[in-house]
């Protein structure tokens, strides 16, 4: 009866349905009893009520066997992670036991749900990735490479799912938090086919309309492309026929984000951009003779087609620490049009489709020592309590995206590091006290600097003293973020010794005065002298910025003040009665905001609260808005449709404040700017400007024009009343002939 109540009709036919495909895929992999096991303990939770179904509304169980089917269909785990995913909401529940799991269906299974218990609570506790929430959420990653997969296909099928719910704000969050953390996770572990659907769908649900638009675009120039594509595959088959080799050719169409982001570096329309597709040969070869016949293959369509050296990207020498391996190079195809073409062979494009977990099933988690060192260095980052959690958090997206550059000791040990790395980068790599000391390095048996950047094939020799010690100056050299985390340690240290030496100092010179030293009394003076926190204000006494015999000859009077009732009546004067004291009108409506703050009302004639319009979006009276509550307690009202907007709900979620505008003040007038792309006629700039001189209640405030190949581009600077007026302007600016796109900055 339970049962009944718990899954809805077309739920028990998905489940059915998702059920047998899962089977038909893994359920090889599983050991006699686990079926029957796994659903005694589903029916016990069902049964305490112990599964409850999450914000969208979406059942448990349903939602945990469409995640099994994503881990074992698209990532290729079996029995371990596919259990792990169904047991973990149980032993959540306190239905089973984690002692039960292992005894059950082994260590591994209960190794996995340790992990996602542990990240599910995180998610109860703020649903909102926060800077602490971000970086406990990482350390829990880190303790098993699987949990990580697990919930990268987790959140790829969530994002399936939400496509219809009604909860617009929770879509937005979980869709930024895709694109800000478990795509770069997937891109990291070369899941390239999950991560391109992560950044496609939470394009779709944020960037609605260019999403759309973009996909149009594609649908449309469909036919052309498959054309092009077949002209420009059909001499490169002939060839790799003739050549006996056993392949097959496949197009691959870019993904929208990947397009879309190409629209925003570019700053072009769809139009503009010309490399929207890969060709990819995938060749069918023995293990020994892979690297010949890629090598070959690249021969044969260089011969054919002009290649672009510079583009050449080779991963087969030296894969990618996600054991990606390919050859990737442009060329000049037919019609002037460069095309990239992969080269790869059968296994390397299930490693590239799958990631790492293409080789567990053979291997074992613990075999792929890549991603154990990357691992090793998300922990060693964010062990450290102490460090800015906000870098942390950027600097680890930074590093997931990066590639790799390979240098060599003068001893011929192979370091990897993250593209762009330095030779401070090079020095902590090694070890945290060589860097310490680095003073510069020989590249090559050249002297270089520590700002010195790294190329693959290099060979480094590291330069120390023992005089040297580590500058603030050296964050912005290093580029990893274990250097950084280093630097910042060591920085840490060197200031609670010199802030300790200061301290020292201050207390001789107490006691040569006869004086004791009192903590509360200290507190308050370093408060009144400026500063936050005790150990700058020591390290200043130990740097000499601050005189410490005026030191002590304040701390003298602050502790006479605190001390002597008669001299703090004196400089405080006579004590206000509080019932003389009457509440201004503006301090009234601070605390009524202050005690009502569901909905901040935008209003130009408001006091008692510090907000202004950001600078990014330029928002305007008509516009969707919210506030974002600054470090300095005033608040900035951003457009929803902020380019900022989904940066800022993902990781300040806790700090973004409803807001509305209030009725509209007669003669306000908000600064927009317009940025106009068309081909560069005479005279079209003189009519676009006619037009906003013509409107009423319209001032142009500035004009930017480029102009390059024919076309112009143009900001203009307009002040406008509202949103309905600024749509009339937009309009009437797109029939001016030559004109081919008018968009909001």
Known sequence: MEELTFFTTSERNLLVSVYRKLMRIAGDSLQPGDVPLLKGCLTRCIEANALSRDNFGLNPIVKDVQTSLIVADEIGMRRASLL???????????????????????????????????????????????????RNLLLSFAEDMRVILIMIADRVNLMRQIRDVDDEEGRLRVAGEAAYLYAPLAHKLGLYKLKSELEDLSLKYTEHEMYYHIREKLNATKEARDRYIAAFIGPIEQKLKEAGLHFHIKGRTKSIHSIYQKMKKQKTTFEGIYDLFAIRVILDSEVKKEKMECWQVYSIVTDMYQPNPKRLRDWLSVPKSNGYE?????????????????????????????????????????????????????????????????????????????????????????????????????????????????????????????????????????????SQTPKTGWL????????????????????????????????????????????????HL?????????????????????????????????????????????????????????????????????????????????????????????????????????????????????????????????????????????????????????????????????????????????????????LFSGTLTVMVDDTSKLEQLIKKIRTVKGVKQVSRC
């Open 84 to 134: 792990a995913i169904m047991l973990h909401g149980c032993v959540q529940g306190g239905v089973v036991t984690t002692d039960e799991v292992k005894r059950d269906f082994g260590t591994d299974v209960a190794t996995i749900i340790n992990g996602l218990v542990r990240i599910n609570q995180l998610y109860e506790k703020s649903p909102a990735i926060e800077s602490e929430n971000f």
């Open 326 to 466: 390919s050859l990737h190079i442009t060329v000049l195809g037919p019609n002037n049009t460069w095309v990239e073409v992969q080269i790869r062979t059968e296994r390397m494009d299930a490693v590239a489709e799958r990631g790492l977990a293409a080789h567990w099933r053979y291997k074992g988690v613990k075999g792929e020592t890549g991603l154990d060192e990357w691992l090793t260095s998300i922990r060693e980052a964010l062990e450290n309590v102490d460090c800015d959690n906000l870098k942390a958090m950027d600097q680890f997206k930074m590093d997931l995206y990066e590639d790799e550059v390979y240098v060599f000791t003068p001893k011929g040990d192979l370091f990897k590091l993250a593209k762009g790395a330095t030779v401070l980068d090079f020095a902590f790599h090694i070890h945290t006290n060589v860097g310490s000391k680095c003073v510069g390095g020989r590249i090559n048996g050249k002297n270089v600097t520590i700002r010195q950047r790294l190329n693959s094939g290099d060979t480094v020799e590291i330069l120390t003293s023992n």
């Open 526 to 710: 370093i408060k009144k002298m400026g500063f936050k926190e005790v150990n700058p204000f020591y390290q200043a006494i130990a740097d000499e910025q601050l005189d410490i015999n005026e030191v002590v000859e304040r701390y003298v009077a602050q502790l006479k003040y605190e001390t002597d009732p008669l001299q703090r009546a004196a400089e405080e004067g006579p004590v206000r009665s509080a019932d003389t004291f009457n509440l201004r009108p503006d301090e009234e409506l601070q605390s009524r905001q202050n005690f009502n703050s569901d909905v901040l009302v935008i209003d130009r004639g408001l006091k008692g609260i510090d907000f202004t319009l950001a600078k990014c979006c330029n928002p305007i009276y008509g516009d969707d808005v919210f506030g974002f509550v600054t470090s300095g307690g005033g608040i900035k009202v951003h457009r929803c449709d902020c380019p900022n907007a989904p940066q800022l709900r993902e990781r300040f979620g806790y700090r973004i404040v409803k807001a509305r505008w209030a009725g509209k003040n007669a003669g306000s007038q908000y600064e927009i700017r317009l940025r106009v792309v068309g081909h560069d006629d005479i005279g079209i700039v003189n009519n676009i400007t006619s037009i906003i001189s013509k409107e009423q209640h319209l001032m142009l405030r500035g004009i930017s024009i480029d102009s390059y190949d024919g």
């Open 476 to 523: 912005d050299i290093a580029a990893t973020s274990r250097a950084k985390t280093k630097i910042r340690q060591a920085l840490k240290e060197i200031s609670s010794r010199q802030a300790e030496f200061g301290k020292e100092t201050f207390e001789r010179k107490l006691k040569n005065r006869k004086l004791d030293y009192d903590e509360p009394v200290m507190m």
